[in-house]
């Protein structure tokens, strides 16, 4: 069954259970961590770094009861291209498939759930995904989109 929530009632739903923003991001690095599952990482303030892997050693910290560990290695997180970014720098944590796309996958995304708002604040997922990606083009705005929708 399915159940259709408004994106204010989703972002509540996750502070309960996460406790803060801060609490879903280590939550999902920690589990990309032990999973090796590619991410494309977004920041307040630099060009998103994409399909990356974050450094096994956040999960291994959780698995092995090292939780007093978290906080030291969140503020220097490793990422597979070499960047290390603090976990305050980050402003979205978007996971992709481990196989990564295909051409044809992109190619065959409809970009009208673009139009869709489900920003906290109203926003299309278009003006989200040119925001966290800081896109500067139409194209960009298109290629981020594909991949997100495709995700």
């Known amino acids: 069954m399915s159940v259709d929530i408004t994106p204010q009632e989703a972002m509540s739903r996750l502070e309960q259970h996460f406790g803060s923003r801060e609490g879903m991001l280590t939550h999902t690095l920690t589990t990309l961590s032990i999973s090796g599952q590619p991410t494309d990482i977004t920041f307040y303030r630099r060009k998103p770094i994409l399909n990356v892997r974050v450094s096994t050693k956040l999960g291994a910290a959780r698995l092995y009861g090292l939780e ?10 490793e990422f ?30 409809d970009l009208a759930q673009g139009k869709d708002r489900i920003g906290p604040h109203g926003e299309t997922l278009r003006e989200m995904i040119r925001n966290t990606y800081h ?5 960009e705005v298109d290629y981020f989109l594909r991949r997100w929708i495709a995700s």
């Open 135 to 139: 896109c500067k083009s139409k194209s």
């Open 68 to 77: 007093k560990k978290l906080p030291q290695l969140l503020r220097y997180i």
């Open 80 to 109: 597979s291209n070499g960047t290390i970014a603090g976990l305050n720098e980050i402003w979205t944590v978007n996971p992709m498939p481990m196989d990564g796309f295909t051409q044809a996958e992109l190619d065959a995304v």
